[in-house]
């Protein structure tokens, strides 16, 4: 009763935090909102007892990507009055993609081809345990490409974001470093009256 | 009384018997820091309210509740106000998982050191929504610095714990603790441990890293607009924040409530004496450093956390994982 309760309610903030995430005029709201969407499918996560995929969620997207997110929303300079953009355009790529996540949804569900029989494991074990088991010996590969994957995404966005331009000053910290008095400092002796020569 | 009443009130008394002290020692920790900067400059610190001055921060905390509270105009109101809640909830629900001893803990659950890691991450939301609400330039920049600062330096924390949680096999605080009985972690990771204290500075906003609120350019950082109590709860949040990385700390390297030498008449003791004297040393870290150390220049915060620290943390997990593995060590 108690678990049906509380997946209700928090489905229900799911639901409702995303639509705000949607028709929110502010992004920064948006991007909050967002947040919500994520700290409550945690809880769900948890709730099914998935403890670890739950919080690893909470970690990813709310301790990193959405505060990427916050942080490039909030250098934007937007108007909000032009943010009032015409919905009807995005409809039929919103379609698309749901579609295609429903499609998911079902092949998983009803024609659900698993590598490996649930029921071989070990009740006792804590979930972490049991995704590392599956992870590195059933989907030794799939993990690995996808790790790759994210490697030449990363790769990607240094390359297209990392331009030399001789004309930026950097800061050198070695040259910084390897600095002593003596490069900057100099005693002078002065006779009255007389002042500094410059060289 | 039902089993099920009794068990709420034995879980909110447990709460009140973690909130209160913490809460309490944010207070001693707030005198203890101004009599140790005090000392290291050869000042007296505070010494009228109370035999010699213990009740200092007391009195401050009633000059805050008595203040106004101002609203900036041009602020976001509700983010406002929410931004000091946020950060405390953060700071203080994270006890929730803290063993003090191996059998006084709130929750103990499986995952508690990613728990820990999840709720110390959020911490960045109260500084940037608390500069974004204001509308102002410096709160503005201020956010933007720790936005950046907190998320380089949470890669380096999260290596070092990957690297603790190789040699624990359990991602378990009392595990983690457990597993330390005969030896620190900190002697043979002494270089994590080190990373680790210097991340927790930069993490809780401390100096030599104190660049989101750093007076100099800044005025005050994120909370320039922040006035009484809503000020105070962020003064608050960032002592909370700073006992429970010690804390974390503590149970990561040094052993949590274990003596350091496992014989009589030190191993007799409570561990809850232990737990508090190491948390207690790691703070006093803390203040030192913050009295010792100028405070870095951005580029230089960033340069130490992303390329020295990240491949050090990262060459660190593979030497202990692969020490591990060949010597048969690993656990499980």
Redesign the interface.
């Known amino acids: 009763m108690f678990l049906v309760g509380s997946f209700f309610l928090f489905a229900a903030f799911l639901i409702t935090t995303c639509i705000f995430v949607i028709f929110s005029k502010n992004p920064?709201n948006s991007v909050?909102f967002l947040?919500l969407a994520f700290l409550n499918s945690t809880f769900l996560f948890i709730l099914i007892g998935a403890?670890?995929v739950g919080?690893?969620l909470?970690?990813v997207y709310?301790?990193?990507v959405a505060?990427?997110f916050?942080?490039v929303v909030?250098?934007l300079d937007i108007q909000i009055t032009t943010l009032m953009f015409n919905i009807k355009r995005y409809i039929p790529l919103a379609l698309l993609f749901a579609g295609i996540i429903l499609a998911e949804i079902i092949y998983l569900t009803v024609f659900k081809t698993s590598k490996v029989n649930i029921d071989t494991f070990i009740r006792s074990k804590?979930n972490?345990e049991q995704i590392g088991d599956v992870l590195y010996t059933n989907y030794f590969i799939d993990f690995q490409l996808s790790g790759i994957v994210l490697l030449l995404a990363m790769i990607g966005a240094i390359v297209l974001t990392h331009v030399y331009r001789p004309t930026i000053k950097r800061?050198n910290?070695d040259s910084q470093n390897s600095t002593t008095a003596k490069d900057r400092v100099q005693l002078v002796k002065i006779k009255p009256g007389e002042g500094i020569k410059d060289d | 009384m039902t089993s099920l009443s009794l068990e709420i009130t034995i879980g909110i008394l447990k709460i009140f018997s973690f909130v209160v002290p913490v809460l309490v020692s944010v207070a001693l920790l707030v005198y203890l820091e101004r009599k140790v900067l005090g000392a290291v400059q050869l000042r007296k610190g505070p010494n009228v309210v109370g035999p010699f001055g213990i009740l200092q921060s007391f009195a401050d905390v009633l000059k805050l509740l008595t203040k106004e509270n101002l609203l900036p105009s041009s602020s976001n109101k509700f983010?406002f106000i929410f931004a000091p809640m946020l950060t405390l909830i953060l700071s203080l629900i994270a006890w929730a998982v803290i063993p003090i001893s191996s059998t006084y803990v709130i929750a103990n659950?499986?995952?508690g050191i990613?728990?820990l890691?999840?709720v110390s991450?959020?911490g960045?939301?109260g500084v940037?929504?608390a500069g974004?609400a204001s509308n102002s330039k410096y709160p503005?920049l201020g956010?933007?610095r720790s936005?950046?600062q907190m998320?380089s330096y949470?890669v380096s924390i999260g290596f070092v714990i990957i690297t603790v949680l190789i040699c624990v096999g359990s991602?378990n605080l009392i595990d983690i603790v457990e597993s330390q009985k005969n030896m620190w972690f900190a002697i043979p990771l002494l270089p994590m441990f080190v990373v680790f204290i210097i991340s927790a500075l930069a993490e809780t906003n401390r100096l030599p890293f104190d660049l989101p609120e750093d007076e100099a350019t800044l005025v005050a950082g994120f909370f320039t607009e922040y006035s009484s109590i809503s000020f105070g709860l962020f003064f608050l949040a960032e002592y909370a924040n700073m006992i429970l990385m010690s804390s974390l700390t503590v149970i990561l390297f040094l052993g949590g409530w274990y003596p350091p030498i496992d014989i009589f008449p030190l191993n007799a003791v409570p561990g809850i004496f232990w737990f508090v004297t190491k948390v207690f040393l790691i703070l006093f870290v803390f203040l030192w450093v913050r009295a010792t150390f100028p405070r870095y220049r951005y580029?230089?915060l960033m340069?130490l956390g992303w390329k020295i620290f990240l491949p050090l943390t990262l060459i660190w997990v593979v030497i202990t994982s692969a020490f591990l593995f060949y010597s048969g060590l690993l656990p499980n």
């Open positions: 920064v909050l947040v403890e670890f919080i690893i909470a970690i709310i301790g990193a505060i990427l916050l942080f909030m250098m804590n972490t800061q910290i | 983010l659950i499986n995952i990613l728990y890691f999840a991450s959020f960045v939301y940037i929504i974004w503005f956010a933007l936005a950046a998320i949470e991602l580029d230089q340069r």
